[in-house]
T-cell receptor, first 115, second 114 residues
């Protein structure tokens, strides 16, 4: 069974469009994250949610809006896409209390290409 | 602000060699440190997690150590194999308002030559 899943895996779209990426985890974790990996392969945190509450919001343009309908899901909506948004977006999850605290489990990534 | 550096950026070794990858971080008040591998075009695979109270963790041919006071971690790979070729990432979990914020290093790209 897939622990952290993301859809879609690939997303090609034009500048100015709005798109969403979905993430789901079946690990029972209480914390979920969005990361961006740029063309130089550097991974940087964008957002983090704990039990549906936004707890980390890095310096990200407000065109990016995360939403967590429940603690197993974290979606990322991007408005007015720009060329610089092209990257791989990873979702991850962890637990603060159970199992191995704070150990991060990553999804397979969504490769976004803006043309 | 936590900063994480990995040295070297790239490493090429012949098969069978033992090797060490380095990770350094600036703020020693951490929750944990996690090592990942990333194959080209793929996601991240967790290798080892060291909690802040631990000194090392081992899994098979991998051994990771943590020295918080000096802000360093090493990943030791014994008897390297071509299948070990990948980018290795160090990720440091720090406190941010009572929650964990993870800062990644820049990665070490490893090539093991048959």
């Amino acid at each position: 069974d897939t622990a952290v899943s993301q859809t879609p895996k690939y997303l090609v779209t034009q500048m100015g469009n709005d798109k969403s990426i979905k993430c789901e985890q079946n690990l029972g974790h209480d914390t979920m994250y969005w990361y961006k990996q740029d063309s130089k392969k550097f991974l940087k945190i964008m957002f983090s949610y704990n039990n549906k509450e936004l707890i980390i919001n890095e310096t990200v343009p407000n065109r990016f809006s995360p939403k967590s309908p429940d603690k197993a899901h974290l979606n990322l909506h991007i408005n007015s896409l720009e060329l610089g948004d092209s990257a791989v977006y990873f979702c991850a999850s962890s637990s603060r209390t159970s199992g191995s605290p704070y150990e991060q489990y990553f999804g397979p990534g969504t490769r976004l290409t803006v043309t | 602000k936590q900063e994480v550096t990995q040295i070297p950026a790239a490493l090429s070794v012949p098969e069978g060699e033992n090797l060490v990858l380095n990770c350094s971080f600036t703020d020693s008040a951490i929750y944990n440190l996690q090592w990942f591998r990333q194959d080209p075009g793929k996601g991240l695979t967790s290798l080892l997690l060291i909690q802040s109270s631990q000194r090392e963790q081992t899994s098979g041919r991998l051994n990771a150590s943590l020295d918080k006071s000096s802000g360093r971690s090493t990943l030791y790979i014994a008897a390297s194999q071509p299948g070990d070729s990948a980018t290795y990432l160090c990720a440091v979990g720090s406190n941010s308002g009572g929650y964990q914020k993870v800062t990644f290093g820049t990665g070490t790209k490893l090539q093991v030559i048959p």
